[in-house]
């Protein structure tokens, strides 16, 4: 009796360990299943509102990037569409989502060009930060950070306002690392960033 009771226990501790690994690797499971494309480097710019704002006020969030400006007659007005319907879902989730929308045309879009704008599209500002400053800045947190195309300057006599700049969204976990990127063109693309994020804030 006595050796049954010690295989007894012995059995049940080993049955917890085991569920408590499964447990814990069913949890890691949603954020490691997202591949890692690169990390964010170091970026100091302004926001809306004219405050200093660089990497390290997103440090422990889970955000999602997107490139755009505001004259943009293009893939912007879309772009803003898209990223409106996907703070209103999280919020709905009551996913803790930050957005961050980064000018590639700095020299027109002044905070207080962005914040006209950003009321114009009444988002939530609370959790949507709209960034401008130095256009070789921008450049290289587009280029170097994000791995995405940024060439031109504004020209309004220029096709697409002379402006070539990446159109897809980017998600970023807490550790400033990429986790994918997501094209504004279909609602399925929207519904993955959405349980993408989800699966980083646990």
């Known amino acids: 009796m006595r050796v049954g009771s010690r295989q007894g226990v012995m059995f049940r501790r080993s049955l917890f360990l085991l569920l ?5 690797g069913c949890d890691r499971g949603a954020e490691s299943d997202l591949p890692i494309s ?3 480097g170091e970026f100091s710019l302004r926001d809306q509102s004219g405050k200093a704002f660089g990497n390290a006020d997103l440090r422990g ?7 755009m400006f505001t004259r943009c007659p293009t893939v912007c007005p879309r772009m803003m569409g898209v990223m409106k319907k996907l703070q209103a879902q999280a ?3 009551s996913l803790p989502l930050h957005l961050v929308s980064f000018s590639v045309d700095p020299e027109n879009d002044s905070p ?5 704008f950003a009321k114009k599209y009444e988002v939530d500002q609370a959790t949507w930060s709209f960034l401008t400053g130095d256009y070789e800045a921008v450049k290289r947190t587009s280029v170097e950070g ?5 060439e031109g300057k504004a ?3 220029a096709e697409d306002f002379g402006i070539l700049h990446g159109s897809h969204l980017v998600l970023v976990d807490k550790q400033l690392r990429i986790r994918g990127f997501y094209s504004t063109k279909t609602d399925a693309e929207l519904e993955k960033l959405l349980q993408d994020a989800e699966g980083l804030t646990r």
């Open 91 to 93: 919020k709905a989730k």
């Open 20 to 24: 408590l690994v499964l447990a814990l």
């Open 112 to 116: 207080e060009v962005l914040q006209a």
């Open 155 to 157: 020209d309004p006599d």
């Open 38 to 40: 690169g990390t964010i």
């Open 146 to 150: 994000f791995k995405m195309a940024l």
């Open 61 to 67: 969030k889970v955000w999602v990037a997107a490139f």
